[in-house]
């Protein structure tokens, strides 16, 4: 805490009595679209974003396995984008795995063919279902 803080001494928002108040008494309950830190940008859904700009060029699209939009309005929008990219997918299997036959041995191949078929990007479009990877994982023929 600075106490008589300038322009150069400000660290954080605590530095600065009015902007702290306003941070301090921010409900994101009461008022879920609020933006709490005065100086952000915001996060509404006119606010865009483009992940292919450095995503791409560097290979994490790729990695993640992802084929949704690249770019769009709105946080909401880019976390579902990420939440279907098919990493994410993959892993959900893998855990199900652990969970359900922790025995069982499941080839990268069956991963991928299961995490297609729940994941509503891939083609053709998956169920985006965790049912269907539970039963498909429950009844392969490692975990019998």
Request: aromatic letters at 4%; proline letters at 7%; charged letters at 10%.
């Amino acid at each position: 805490y600075i106490a008589a803080p300038t322009v150069a001494t400000m660290k954080s928002l605590g530095s600065d009595a009015p902007k702290r108040a306003a941070t301090n008494t921010c409900n994101l309950i009461a008022a879920p679209n609020t933006v709490c830190n005065p100086d952000s940008a915001g996060v509404g859904t006119t606010q865009a974003w483009n992940v292919g700009v450095t995503w791409g060029p560097t290979g994490v699209l790729n990695t993640m396995g992802w084929t949704g939009p690249t770019s769009g309005q709105g946080l909401n929008e880019l976390g579902q984008a990420i939440g279907r990219a098919g990493i994410v997918y993959g892993f959900l299997v893998k855990r199900i795995v652990n969970e359900i036959c922790p025995l069982g041995m499941l080839s990268p191949a069956d991963v991928a063919r299961i995490a297609a078929a729940a994941n509503p990007n891939a083609t053709p479009r998956g169920s985006d279902d965790v049912r269907t990877i539970v039963a498909m994982v429950a009844s392969h023929k490692s975990c019998l």
